[in-house]
């Protein structure tokens, strides 16, 4: 429920990985503290996961243990308080729905908040930039598709170069300057294909990848998702559309 001054408690399920988690927290306090002044911040529920653990899920295919861990987090999440929850990861938007079916609160979906960005620069085609589950499968796309913007993705080979720099640097705090110019080719490419622009459809590829360096705008999924959750918490944004 809401407080009584119009703040709202987020549950945030992080760790996947930590990099990234800390963006989100830096923001929604950041933007806590603007509206509000002085001492104010966030009322933030976070369960951050080993993600040693999950990733051991990805690679197995052992979707349902993922999903059965991040739903327990999210419940955590709202024994703490939680009237929100969110996950702040975009591959592990693959079992939204069961993580949301295991909630009695809502799940603001991470690509709501990016095809909502989408629409408000009028952007109709976005190039995905993330892991390979994210490029490959449509639970991303089809989300995206729900705000009338449709998908490109790179060709085979720049997938799974695009994927292993994410987990062979990116989710364990790895900046290579070698790895930022060849996104940058990555999204020239895109841009030939049609792209308005590129959502960087990973949690940590706006820490290797900013604005000044790309050929096309820009819409890094961590910072819509944590603007999206700020406006939750100041009571700015109606209830996060279910995943269902």
């Known amino acids: 429920m809401p407080m009584l001054d119009g703040m709202e408690t987020l549950g945030l399920i992080g760790g ?11 923001l929604i306090n950041e933007a ?9 911040s966030a009322r933030i529920a976070l369960q951050s996961l080993d993600f040693a653990e999950v990733r051991a899920c990805q690679l197995a295919g052992d979707w ?23 996950i702040c990861t975009n591959l592990m938007h693959k079992v939204a729905p069961q993580v949301e ?17 989408a629409g408000r620069h009028g952007w109709r085609t976005l190039g995905i930039l993330g892991t390979r589950w994210v490029m490959e499968e449509d ?32 989710t364990q705090g790895v900046i290579r300057e070698a790895s930022r110019e060849a996104y940058v080719d990555v999204i020239r490419g895109l841009a030939a294909q049609g792209a308005d622009a590129v959502v960087l459809a990973c949690t940590e590829i ?12 820009l819409i890094d999924s961590a910072e819509a998702h944590a603007r999206a959750l700020a406006d939750v918490a100041l009571g700015r944004s109606a209830t996060p559309v279910p995943v269902g």
């Not at 996947?16 to 830096?26: D, K, P």
């Not at 999903?67 to 999210?74: C, I, P, S, T």
């Not at 639970?139 to 062979?168: N, Q, S």
């Not at 706006?206 to 705008?217: A, I, N, R």
Request: glycine share 12%; hydrophobic share 45%.
């Open 16 to 26: 996947m990985s930590w990099h990234s988690t800390a963006t989100y927290y830096r």
């Open 32 to 40: 806590v503290a603007a509206e509000h002044g002085g001492h104010a």
């Open 64 to 86: 349902d243990r993922a999903a059965g861990l991040l739903a327990e987090a999210g419940r955590r999440c709202v024994a703490g308080g939680a009237s929100t929850v969110a």
């Open 101 to 117: 079916a295991a909630l009695d609160v809502p799940l603001l979906h991470i690509g709501d908040a990016v095809g909502a960005e």
């Open 139 to 170: 639970f991303y796309a089809e989300r995206l598709a729900r705000h009338g913007v449709a998908t490109v993705v790179p060709g085979a080979a720049e997938r799974g170069l695009v994927d292993t720099v994410v987990f062979d640097e990116l």
């Open 206 to 217: 706006g820490l290797l990848v900013g604005l000044e360096d790309s050929p096309l705008p």
